[in-house]
């Protein structure tokens, strides 16, 4: 794919949000290594611009109405759902996920637009029986103010939809920046809101290749008011410093290490389908993904063998190409790193079952691997592989695997397969993760709380309970009645 059409987004740029000097950086198609585009690159002095056209813009947006901020969330829902097929086509194109897969996840960003436009209209206060008749005591919801988002590669298109369609429902003015290699669609994107009608400075897009000096201007800029962030926990960590200066609100969506559990008395072939799913969707690089899976000695033979043959059947290749179910890795440091995590395990005694190593000698293509015989003191059980390898653990305990579970400094997804009711209340009240998928191996919905604990994050993003996040409570007190 040459050239992805952006909607005139690139041209549009100054209008969306920023001035932008002669720097320029470069995106890739990581299936071919194709040039598809030239982008402005935007440091400091363009992010202040943006935050300073949302600071002017934000009075005005929350001052509307919650029924006009829905009309023009509608609005941009109904336009990405019409260009679904384009956008889809651009983020194959710049992250090389299956067509199938990128189709979709634009379907999950239009449904995260649908469900806050609805949202936006159900934002509530409270009343409060006052200790004194003289008294009347209330509660309002106000839009914190100018928020600034920063988005990972992984999925580019929905994570921009579920972080600032709850922003824009609560009435704030955001500032984006996009991941380097993937900031196409979310171009798109701005160019279809803007088209969808959101009036200037609300919405405001930074492109950059360094995204350090754009985040510390967010962080540090007194106008923005909350920093809402999606990628890895270390960066997570350091924007959460840089806030602390101010007592800036942050909402951290962060890395994960779910385990996904078999127990003896689970469906297998369910549970075969569920780990297929939960670990090579988008090639392993989800922060939900299974990255640890512990079967347990009853069914762990039937388990490995069934989900082994399964995944030999996973075709590799080109995200354009039909029956293509997984594409390449994001570049060449995530090969490097999975190629680390097999050679520790082996190195430990692990063994593999099926793929292990790069297809081709270009590109960025892995097999999808099964390891056996792990333990958890390999490197494969403890950090967060990010592609297509699935490290099989062999338990026999009940109990033990759920401490082993959550052994880690991540709460972000869990998974479990399970027929005895009383082992699944037991083990999910147990597991200390922020989202437990319960014989299923997909849960992510825009209708749902998506969030983690520890070290995975703070806040939810979706549901009811994402509006909240971008929502300041104010107590008024009114006496002398
Ligand atoms: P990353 O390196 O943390 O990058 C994420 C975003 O942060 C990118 O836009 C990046 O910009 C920017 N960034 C990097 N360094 C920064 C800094 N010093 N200050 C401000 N911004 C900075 O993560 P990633 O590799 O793209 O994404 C993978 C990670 O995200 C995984 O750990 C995954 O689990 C996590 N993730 C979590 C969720 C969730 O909902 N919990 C969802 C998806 C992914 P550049 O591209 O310009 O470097």
């Given at each position: 794919?040459?050239s992805p ?5 690139i ?6 949000g920023?001035?932008f000097?002669?720097r320029r950086?470069?995106?890739?198609n990581?299936s071919t ?5 030239e982008?402005p690159d ?8 943006a935050?300073d056209?949302?600071?002017a ?5 929350a001052?509307?109405t ?5 009309e023009?969330l509608?609005q941009?829902?109904?336009?990405i759902v019409?260009?679904?097929d384009?956008l889809a086509?651009i983020?194959?194109a710049e ?5 199938a ?9 239009a449904a995260y637009?649908?469900?806050y436009?609805?949202?936006a ?6 009343t409060?029986?006052?200790p ?9 919801k106000?839009p914190i103010g ?13 994570m ?7 922003a824009?429902?609560?009435?704030c ?9 993937t900031?196409l669609?979310?171009?798109a994107m701005f160019?279809?809101?803007?088209e969808?009608?959101f009036?200037?400075?609300v919405v405001n897009l930074?492109?950059?290749s360094e995204?350090a000096?754009?985040g510390?201007e967010?962080c540090?800029n007194?106008k923005?008011?909350?920093i809402s ?8 960590r ?13 909402s951290?969506e962060l890395g994960g290490n779910a385990?996904?559990?078999?127990f ?5 072939d369910a549970a ?10 988008n090639?392993?690089?989800t922060?939900?993904?299974?990255n640890?899976?512990y079967v347990?000695?009853g ?16 075709q590799v ?5 039909p029956g293509?179910?997984?594409g390449?890795?994001?570049d060449?440091?995530a090969l ?6 097999i050679?520790d395990a ?6 593999i079952?099926c793929?292990g190593?790069r297809?081709g000698?270009?590109?960025?293509f892995f097999q999808p691997?099964?390891l056996?015989d792990?333990?958890s003191?390999?490197t494969?059980?403890q ?6 390898l699935a490290p099989?653990?062999r ?5 033990q695997v759920v401490?082993?579970?959550?052994d880690t400094?991540?709460?972000?997804a869990?998974y ?12 999910a009240?147990a ?8 014989n299923?191996?997909?849960m992510?919905?825009?209708?749902a709380p ?5 070290q995975?994050?703070?806040?939810r993003e979706?549901s009811?309970h994402?509006?909240?996040d971008y ?5 008024l007190?009114?006496?002398g009645i």
């Amino acid at each position: 794919m040459k050239s992805p059409d952006l909607f005139g987004a690139i041209d549009r740029l100054p209008a969306l949000g920023a001035p932008f000097g002669r720097r320029r950086f470069e995106v890739f198609n990581p299936s071919t290594g194709e040039l598809l585009a030239e982008l402005p690159d935007m440091g400091v002095e363009e992010t202040r611009a943006a935050i300073d056209k949302a600071y002017a813009a934000q009075a005005e947006w929350a001052g509307l109405t919650a029924r006009e901020r829905s009309e023009m969330l509608w609005q941009w829902h109904q336009l990405i759902v019409t260009h679904t097929d384009d956008l889809a086509a651009i983020l194959t194109a710049e992250m090389g996920k299956p067509l199938a897969e990128a189709k979709s996840e634009v379907s999950h960003a239009a449904a995260y637009l649908q469900w806050y436009a609805e949202e936006a209209n159900r934002i509530y206060g409270e009343t409060i029986s006052a200790p004194s008749t003289d008294r009347r005591m209330l509660v309002i919801k106000q839009p914190i103010g100018v928020v600034g988002t920063i988005t990972p590669w992984n999925f580019p298109a929905s994570m921009v939809a579920r972080k600032i369609s709850p922003a824009l429902a609560a009435g704030c003015a955001i500032v984006l920046k996009p991941a380097e290699q993937t900031p196409l669609v979310a171009g798109a994107m701005f160019a279809l809101a803007a088209e969808a009608g959101f009036p200037d400075g609300v919405v405001n897009l930074v492109y950059a290749s360094e995204g350090a000096a754009v985040g510390r201007e967010l962080c540090h800029n007194p106008k923005v008011r909350k920093i809402s962030f999606t990628g890895s926990t270390e960066v997570g960590r350091l924007l959460m410093r840089q806030c602390s200066d101010q007592i800036k609100k942050v909402s951290l969506e962060l890395g994960g290490n779910a385990p996904f559990i078999v127990f003896d008395d689970a469906d297998i072939d369910a549970a075969v389908d569920g780990a297929v799913q939960a670990k090579f969707r988008n090639a392993g690089q989800t922060c939900v993904s299974a990255n640890r899976l512990y079967v347990q000695s009853g069914v762990h033979d039937e388990f490995v063998d069934k989900f082994v043959e399964r995944v030999r059947q996973l075709q590799v290749g080109d995200g354009f190409d039909p029956g293509v179910a997984i594409g390449p890795l994001i570049d060449s440091h995530a090969l490097s790193k999975i190629e680390s995590h097999i050679a520790d395990a082996v190195g430990k005694g692990g063994a593999i079952r099926c793929g292990g190593g790069r297809i081709g000698r270009d590109g960025t293509f892995f097999q999808p691997t099964v390891l056996t015989d792990i333990s958890s003191a390999m490197t494969v059980a403890q950090e967060e592989t990010f592609g297509p390898l699935a490290p099989v653990i062999r338990f026999e305990d009940a109990d033990q695997v759920v401490r082993e579970a959550n052994d880690t400094i991540y709460g972000l997804a869990a998974y479990f397969y399970a027929s005895n009711l009383k082992r699944v209340w037991r083990v999910a009240e147990a597991l200390e993760y922020g989202m437990v998928g319960i014989n299923t191996g997909r849960m992510s919905s825009e209708a749902a709380p998506f969030g983690g604990v520890k070290q995975s994050g703070i806040g939810r993003e979706g549901s009811r309970h994402g509006l909240e996040d971008y929502l300041e409570m104010k107590y008024l007190c009114m006496g002398g009645i």
